[in-house]
Nanobody, 118 residues
Framework: QVQLVESGGGLVQAGGSLRLSCAAS????????MGWFRQAPGKEREFVAA????????YYADSVKGRFTISRDNAKNTVYLQMNSLKPEDTAVYYC???????????WGQGTQVTVSS
């Protein structure tokens, strides 16, 4: 198992930016694809972005494409989510997750709150 700790959330005005970080424990971080998900109040958790183990491939939900950027630093066991041009509808708890088993994001962090005011 891998332990994940998110940070960087907060309150920001619409149009602003935040960078989320997710620090992972364990020696095998560089072998996992990593993802960011979010859950808004009253809604189901949804996919935001993912990155391959090498960082060579990235994937985004249509709702964030062009505004968010996922990246990783395997030397620091950390994955990032740079969020620009934030909108009130981006308000949610953001979670990072590790694809420990292919096709299954089975390890999750505790989440970090992002609130975007209009």
């Amino acid at each position: 198992q891998v332990q994940l700790v998110e940070s960087g959330g907060g309150l920001v005005q619409a149009g602003g930016s935040l960078r989320l970080s997710c620090a992972a424990s364990g020696r095998t971080f560089s072998s996992y694809a990593m993802g960011w998900f979010r859950q808004a109040p009253g809604k189901e958790r949804e996919f935001v972005a993912a990155i391959s183990w090498s960082g060579g491939s990235t994937y985004y939900a249509d709702s964030v494409k062009g505004r968010f950027t996922i990246s990783r630093d395997n030397a620091k066991n950390t994955v990032y989510l740079q969020m620009n041009s934030l909108k009130p509808e981006d308000t949610a708890v953001y979670y990072c997750a590790a694809e420990v088993v292919a096709g299954d994001f089975g390890s999750w962090g505790q989440g970090t709150q992002v609130t975007v005011s209009s």
